[in-house]
Structure formats: structure tokens, C-alpha cells
Nanobody, 116 residues
Framework: QVQLVESGGGLVQPGGSLRLSCAAS????????MNWYRQAPGKERELVAV????????NYADSVKGRFTISRDNAKNTEYLQMISLKPEDTAVYYC?????????WGQGTQVTVSS
């Protein structure tokens, strides 16, 4: 079955950096685009970044452009989200997402807290 497992979240000070990882299994990872979403307390889940199957194209929410970088390693069935210059408003649970055959699959999420 499809499994997405995020890791790498934690507590970081404003201006700090984190790298999230998402290990995928149960499908042909290299054939599908992948996404990162986040959900802050009391807010709707929002799309943060997307990457095409081969990694050649990426897109970002305006709020993270220039600070976040999505990437993938198809040999390792893993996608990443490098986050720099983190702000308190980046605090959220971050989710890995794959849309396969019209169905959304989600990981369990990893908490990112930006606070001094």
C-alpha cells in the first residue's frame, strides 16, 4: 500500500533552517509529481511546494518563495523540503502528498515550530 513518512521537523529559532524528508513506498515514485502542504493551527491546509516527476519543474506558494526549496531523489524514493530564513508564521504541521489515480495520499505530518 502507499506509504508516505515525513521526518525532520522540530523547534527552530526565527531565521533558522530545517530540512524535511518524505520517504515514499507502495507506488512508482519516479512517475509522479509530489507536493508539500502545511496546516497551521486554526487554518486550512495550504499547498507549499510542488515538484514534477523528474524534478525538472517546481512551484511554490508566494509566502515561501526564495526561502524554501523542494527536491527529490528518485533513486531513494524520497522528496525533500529545504527551509531557510524560517519565520514564526511558518509554524505548522507539514505534510507530504501524492495524488495517485485521482486519490490524495498523505503522510502523518511533521511539526515545525519557529519560535525564540
Amino acid at each position: 500500500q502507499v506509504q508516505l513518512v515525513e521526518s525532520g521537523g522540530g523547534l527552530v529559532q526565527p531565521g533558522g533552517s530545517l530540512r524535511l524528508s518524505c520517504a515514499a513506498s507502495g507506488f512508482t515514485f519516479r512517475s509522479y509529481g509530489m507536493n508539500w502542504y502545511r496546516q497551521a493551527p486554526g487554518k486550512e491546509r495550504e499547498l507549499v511546494a510542488v515538484i514534477t516527476s523528474a524534478g525538472g519543474r517546481t512551484n511554490y506558494a508566494d509566502s515561501v518563495k526564495g526561502r524554501f526549496t523542494i527536491s527529490r531523489d528518485n533513486a531513494k524514493n524520497t522528496e525533500y523540503l529545504q527551509m531557510i530564513s524560517l519565520k514564526p508564521e511558518d509554524t505548522a504541521v507539514y505534510y507530504c502528498n501524492a495524488r495517485l489515480w485521482g486519490v490524495d495520499y498523505w503522510g502523518q505530518g511533521t511539526q515545525v515550530t519557529v519560535s525564540s
